[in-house]
C-alpha cells in the first residue's frame, strides 16, 4: 500500500488562506472613509514643507502686534502653535488647555492691536475647529463678510476638539493658531 502525501495540500490551503485575507484587507481599506488632516486650513504635505515658515511668521507677527485670543474663560495672549506637537492624550493629562470648549454654545473673540496700542479695525480671521475623529463635525468660520471679530459656534458633542486658523492683517502679516482641547458636559 501507498502512503499518501498531503504536504501540497497543506500548501495549497495555507495559500489560499494566505490570498483570502490579503483580498479581505484590501477591500477592507477600500471601504474605510479618509478624513483628511486639514491643519492651517491646508493638506498635511503642504504643512510637512511650509511648517518653518509658519513659525516665521509668528515671530514676525508677535514682533508687530500683540493678540488676545478668548475662548470662552480661556485667554490667551499670545498665538498658540506648540499643541501641534502633543498626542491628545498629553492634552488630556497635562495641558493647560484642557476644558476650554464646552457641549453646546462656545465663544470666541479676537482682540488685535500693534504694539503701540492702536486696535487694528480691520483683519481676516479664518479659523475651523475640529474633532479629532473624523471631519463630519467640522466648523468653518471666517470674517469675510461680516468683520467681525466675535464668533459663537456649537459643539453638538463632547469630547477631543482642535481649533486652528490663522489671522490675517492689512499689511500681509500673518499669524497662526492650533489649540487642542477637549469640550466636557458642564
Not at 488562506?17 to 483628511?36: D, G
Not at 491628545?88 to 493647560?96: N, T
Request: proline letters at 2%.
Amino acid at each position: 500500500m501507498k502512503k499518501r502525501n498531503y504536504w501540497p495540500l497543506f500548501f495549497i490551503a495555507i495559500f489560499t488562506f494566505t490570498l483570502s485575507m490579503v483580498i479581505w484587507t484590501v477591500m477592507s481599506a477600500i471601504k474605510t472613509p479618509v478624513h483628511e488632516d486639514k491643519s492651517f486650513l491646508s493638506s498635511y504635505h503642504i504643512m510637512d514643507v511650509e511648517f518653518n515658515d509658519i513659525v516665521d511668521y509668528n515671530e514676525k507677527f508677535s514682533k508687530k502686534y500683540n493678540l488676545k485670543m478668548k475662548i470662552n474663560d480661556k485667554e490667551f495672549d499670545s498665538l498658540v502653535l506648540n499643541d501641534v506637537f502633543l498626542s491628545q492624550r498629553v492634552i488630556d493629562q497635562k495641558s493647560m488647555h484642557k476644558d476650554i470648549f464646552k457641549k453646546g454654545m462656545n465663544n470666541i473673540s479676537f482682540d488685535l492691536t500693534t504694539k503701540d496700542g492702536v486696535k487694528v479695525p480691520n483683519f481676516k480671521i479664518n479659523f475651523k475647529v475640529t474633532r479629532t475623529t473624523n471631519s463630519y463635525s467640522d466648523i468653518d468660520i471666517n470674517n469675510d463678510e461680516k468683520k467681525n471679530k466675535n464668533f459663537t459656534f456649537n459643539l453638538e458633542k463632547a469630547g477631543n476638539w482642535n481649533i486652528t486658523g490663522i489671522l490675517d492683517t492689512n499689511d500681509g502679516e500673518k499669524g497662526f493658531f492650533y489649540i487642542k482641547s477637549n469640550a466636557t458636559d458642564k
